[in-house]
């Protein structure tokens, strides 16, 4: 049960797009399509942004975008925006398991 | 509506007991998976414990494995986190998460949360 693997942080301006990677392995992200994006502002209940990979919940914004490539999925927001600026964490089934990311903070600048 | 409304955090010594409560509503309760996740303080999130609609099979991270135990009440629409021999790095944020999707088995998907309960063990 290792965790994946996201940059602690990435940073844009409003307006730009940025992309946050989520490298797992062949046991989580590589073999099921059961990853999902999480957007956690600090003291509130994570949001789920993006499910399957690539769908979005009923209310989230068209800005949110997921992908998946081998052993890693991917979280574009373009269009940045100010309350964009939180931290994101991806998550995948892994079995009789669940693994989340470490984790990234986005900051607009 | 649907809402999860966590319970039972609090201050314990290393090596006591704490029982978590979630009481949830809004939707079927016996219909769903369900799992606890956590964060630490200054950590990122980490999921702990989940387990099946039914409650028949659960499922634990190597972290709490043989000191946690996972279960729920069908009847009183509330999931539980029974945790043993609390170590300080067990200090952490615990919420409890509906899995997204119907059915028996955890996707690894939450679609709601809780406000989360704090635990603190001291050393």
């Known amino acids: 049960q290792s965790a994946l693997t996201q940059p602690a942080s990435v940073s844009g301006s409003p307006g730009q797009s940025i992309t946050i990677s989520c490298t797992g392995t062949s046991s989580d992200v590589g073999s099921y399509n059961l990853v999902s994006w999480y957007q956690h502002y600090p003291g509130k209940a994570p949001k789920l942004m993006i499910y399957e990979v690539s769908k979005r919940p009923s209310g989230v914004s068209n800005r949110f975008s997921g992908s998946k490539s081998g052993n890693t999925a991917s979280l574009t927001i373009s269009g940045l925006q100010a309350e964009d600026e939180a931290d994101y964490y991806c998550?995948?089934?892994?079995?009789?398991?669940?693994?989340f990311g470490g984790g990234t903070k986005l900051t607009v600048l | 509506e649907v809402q999860l409304v966590e319970s039972g955090g609090g201050l314990v010594q290393a090596g006591g007991s704490l029982r978590l409560s979630c009481a949830a509503s809004g939707f079927t309760f016996s219909s769903y998976a369900m799992s606890w996740v956590r964060q630490a303080p200054g950590k990122g999130l980490e999921w702990v414990s989940g387990i099946s609609g039914s409650g028949g099979s659960t499922y634990y991270a190597d972290s709490v494995k043989g000191r946690f135990t996972i279960s729920r009440d069908k009847s009183k629409n509330t999931l539980y986190l029974q945790m043993n021999s609390l170590r300080a790095e067990d200090t952490a944020v615990y919420y409890c998460a509906k899995d997204r999707r119907l059915g028996e088995v955890p996707t690894a998907t939450f679609d709601y949360w809780g406000q989360g309960t704090l635990v603190t063990v001291s050393s």
């Open positions: 998550c995948s089934y892994a079995g009789s398991s669940t693994s």
